[in-house]
């Protein structure tokens, strides 16, 4: 791990391949917190990262890698599972993701070495369910097969894990259950470009579209219970506030926009930020008015930008060797990029 003045991070991680998507697990579950996962090309990597600003012992930041899983194609989104726990005898990695073949992939895996008395490996097919035995650790893994086109975005239940909702180019948001089965469908009037589940409501859906319309679902009658405008597209990615179930948060255009859903179904504050057009806005984990945002991609570079609703500026501008997926950890105020054999990390001063 290193310093990296030149772009603004705090540290980076070199990466065997380019990182599609990286996420840090954003449940409270231990020691599972310090969690991060990331995709590439045909693979997904676990692994841990410890930072000196949570723990006086660790100089800098300290990552280890887990385990790499073989994914076979492309990974484009990652969701982490409540259930994960490294404190559990034997502990649990479950996470999903989605492939550019269509397809969600849940992964179960104990971490454990090679046991004389189990199955070295477990891999499960949605349409089979046959065991093929190959490897080290104990691993099943589910494949779930519905979608039509291109997965944007997937999210667990937050509070059992037994669920899984993902949205599509397919202009539909489904519910499986862990088996892979549809448990609800939601018909969209365009892509579906993000969606999310908040542990304090457990019952309600948020479906971003990029028509600019992000719609609430109650998942017990599953029907539309409200709806926000961003009156611009396209919208690329929302999100929910953890600190506080009534704020959502997009970028559609070139801008960011912030709603109360007490207020208004319109954005009570929106600022243009990215010169060509914005892709991912994230909300802080430990602050409702810290959120950060990514342009898209140009030709070598990304741009990152972090906000405080406080500030009339962003607070933090960085840039990422053609930079793609945004995650914050779970304690710290501190967030990551993907990018070209690397993860990009930066601290924010609140």
């Known amino acids: 791990m290193k310093q990296d003045s030149t772009r603004n991070t705090a540290y980076t991680v070199d990466c065997e391949d380019y990182v599609h998507v990286v996420k840090f697990n954003?449940?409270?579950?231990?020691?599972?917190?310090?969690?991060?996962?990331?995709?590439?090309?045909?693979?997904?990597?676990?692994?841990?990262?410890?930072?000196?600003?949570?723990?006086?012992?660790?100089e800098g930041m300290q990552y280890k890698a887990l385990r790499t899983f073989h994914h076979g194609i492309?990974?484009?989104?990652?969701?982490?599972?409540?259930?994960?726990?490294?404190?559990?005898?034997?502990?649990?990695?479950?996470?999903?993701?989605a492939a550019s073949d269509r397809k969600l992939r849940l992964f179960t895996s104990d971490l454990q070495d090679k046991n004389e008395f189990k199955p070295k490996v477990l891999f499960y097919t949605f349409q089979s369910r046959l065991p093929?035995?190959?490897?080290?650790?104990?691993?099943?893994?589910?494949?779930?097969?519905?979608?039509?086109?291109?997965?944007?975005?997937?999210?667990?239940?937050?509070?059992?894990?037994?669920?899984?909702a993902s949205v599509s180019?397919?202009?539909?948001?489904?519910?499986?259950?862990?088996?892979?089965?549809?448990?609800?469908?939601?018909?969209?009037?365009?892509?579906?470009?993000?969606?999310c589940w908040h542990p304090e409501e457990?019952?309600?859906?948020?479906?971003?579209?990029?028509?600019?319309?992000?719609?609430?679902?109650?998942?017990?009658?599953?029907?539309?219970?409200?709806?926000?405008?961003?009156e611009q597209t396209p919208l690329m990615s929302a999100d929910w506030c953890l600190k506080n179930t009534?704020?959502?948060?997009?970028?559609?255009?070139?801008?960011?926009?912030?709603w109360d859903i007490t207020h208004s179904s319109y954005p009570q504050d929106k600022r243009p930020v990215h010169i060509d057009r914005a892709r991912?806005?994230?909300?802080?984990?430990?602050?409702?008015?810290?959120?950060?945002?990514?342009?898209?991609?140009?030709?070598?570079?990304?741009?990152?930008?972090?906000?405080?609703?406080?500030?009339?500026?962003?607070?933090?501008?960085?840039?990422?060797?053609?930079?793609s997926g945004l995650t914050w950890h779970r304690t710290l105020p501190l967030c990551a990029v993907g990018g070209d054999h690397k993860i990009f990390f930066w601290i924010t001063e609140m």
Not at 139 to 145: K, N, Q, V
Request: charged share 20%; hydrophobic share 40%.
């Open 26 to 58: 954003p449940f409270d579950s231990g020691d599972a917190c310090s969690l991060i996962a990331y995709g590439g090309n045909n693979y997904v990597v676990i692994g841990t990262c410890r930072f000196q600003e949570e723990d006086a012992e660790v």
């Open 74 to 97: 492309r990974v484009d989104a990652i969701a982490w599972s409540p259930e994960t726990r490294l404190d559990a005898l034997p502990p649990q990695i479950r996470f999903c993701t």
């Open 132 to 164: 093929v035995y190959t490897g080290l650790q104990t691993l099943h893994i589910e494949t779930f097969d519905g979608h039509s086109d291109y997965i944007n975005d997937l999210v667990f239940a937050p509070k059992e894990g037994q669920e899984v």
């Open 169 to 195: 180019d397919d202009h539909t948001c489904r519910v499986w259950d862990l088996e892979g089965n549809e448990k609800a469908h939601f018909v969209l009037r365009s892509p579906g470009m993000s969606v």
């Open 202 to 230: 457990a019952f309600k859906l948020m479906v971003a579209e990029k028509n600019g319309t992000i719609r609430f679902y109650d998942l017990i009658t599953q029907q539309a219970i409200l709806s926000l405008e961003c």
């Open 246 to 258: 009534l704020k959502i948060g997009a970028v559609a255009g070139s801008d960011w926009l912030i």
């Open 280 to 323: 991912l806005f994230r909300w802080s984990q430990v602050n409702e008015n810290l959120f950060a945002t990514t342009g898209y991609p140009g030709k070598t570079t990304t741009q990152l930008l972090v906000h405080h609703l406080g500030h009339p500026q962003p607070i933090l501008t960085g840039t990422a060797a053609v930079g």
